[in-house]
């Protein structure tokens, strides 16, 4: 029984299997379990959701590239999609 190599470079993201060590993006896990913990933190979250707003080419006005005030990242940047989960798991639990 030999054969070729099964292909294996799928990347599985919402099997429930452990996350490997090392990845570079938070997984969705610890997205929500951050969001989690922000839920119960109305005033921060709602800080940065109004922070975290699209300038008009839509990125992101408070991700900026450190000290040049240029906007880095496309809008709904990371920090904002936690706080906009932490909103909702607040409403849900509300
Ligand atoms: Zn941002």
Known sequence: M?????????????T???PAAGSRKPSE?????????????????????????P????????CTKGGTGLPAAPWPCSIHGIADLARQWHDRSA
Request: proline share 6%; net charge negative.
């Open 2 to 14: 030999s054969g070729p190599a099964a292909p294996q470079a799928e990347d599985e993201e919402e």
């Open 55 to 62: 300038d008009r080419a839509g990125r992101c006005q408070t």
């Open 16 to 18: 429930g299997t452990e």
């Open 29 to 53: 896990l610890e997205l929500r379990r951050l969001a989690a913990e922000l839920a119960p933190m109305v005033d921060v979250w709602q800080r940065l959701l109004d922070q975290h707003l």
